[in-house]
């Protein structure tokens, strides 16, 4: 499975888009983009996943660029309760977690 | 549709003690996979069941095993516990297992090793 680049730790104001970037330049054709958070202490939570098309759901969009090598989860409107660690994950057998990125949603 | 469900939430053992903890995948569902999280070395991927085989397994000891029923519960055992065991073992099923899938997660169970 491909490594995943991620930042450590992010901000961003209440009500605003939380845009949380994740680099996967070892991507192969087959594999899959996950994204899943953790709000502490619970289990991790599944996002979204694409494979190079963007995709849309209730909770967030993923925006694969066209070579694949990077992608972009996007929150709308982020709230207090977005507040958690985001994994992004290349997977095309077992899920591999990395560290994430500690997304802190500030009032 | 009930969510993943594990047993027990917390337990405490002793050093040299074995524990086996249980998971109960969500209905219909045909995979079942467990993690072990620590603080220090966060989420790892200990093996993957489907379908009452273990599809894949990560990089623990033989003290860890796992099996999964003909219903899809499954249950993972460790052996002789040591204090580095102590984590948060988290459970996950999703329907196909598959290349494309989502996984959901339980509450976890607390693992403290004395």
């Known amino acids: 499975d491909a490594k995943t680049t991620q930042p450590t730790s992010m901000d961003c104001a209440e009500g605003r888009a939380a845009n949380l970037p994740c680099n996967h330049s070892t991507i192969s054709g087959n594999e899959y983009v996950y994204w899943y958070r953790q709000i502490h202490s619970q289990g991790p939570q599944y996002i979204i996943h694409g494979l190079k098309n963007n995709e849309t759901n209730e909770m967030a969009s993923l925006i694969i660029t066209e070579d694949r090598k990077s992608s972009t989860l996007i929150l709308p409107h982020a709230t207090l309760r977005d507040t958690a660690v985001y994994y992004c994950i290349v997977r095309a057998g077992k899920l591999i977690f990395g560290q994430g990125t500690t997304l802190q949603v500030k009032p | 549709k009930a969510g993943v469900t594990q047993t027990p939430r917390y337990l405490i053992k002793t050093r040299g003690q074995q524990v086996t903890l249980s998971c109960s995948p969500i209905?219909?569902?045909?995979?079942v996979s467990w993690y072990q999280q620590t603080p220090g070395q966060g989420l790892q991927f200990l093996f993957e069941y489907f379908s009452e085989t273990q599809r894949n397994k990560g990089n623990f000891p033989g003290r860890f095993s796992g099996r999964q029923f003909s219903n899809s519960r499954s249950e993972m055992n460790v052996s002789t516990l040591e204090l580095g065991d102590s984590a948060l073992y988290l459970c996950?099923?999703?329907?196909?297992?598959?290349?494309?899938?989502?996984?959901?997660f339980g509450p976890g169970t607390r693992l403290t090793v004395t």
């Open positions: 996950a099923s999703s329907f196909t297992g598959g290349r494309t899938y989502e996984q959901y």
């Open positions: 209905s219909g569902h045909r995979s």
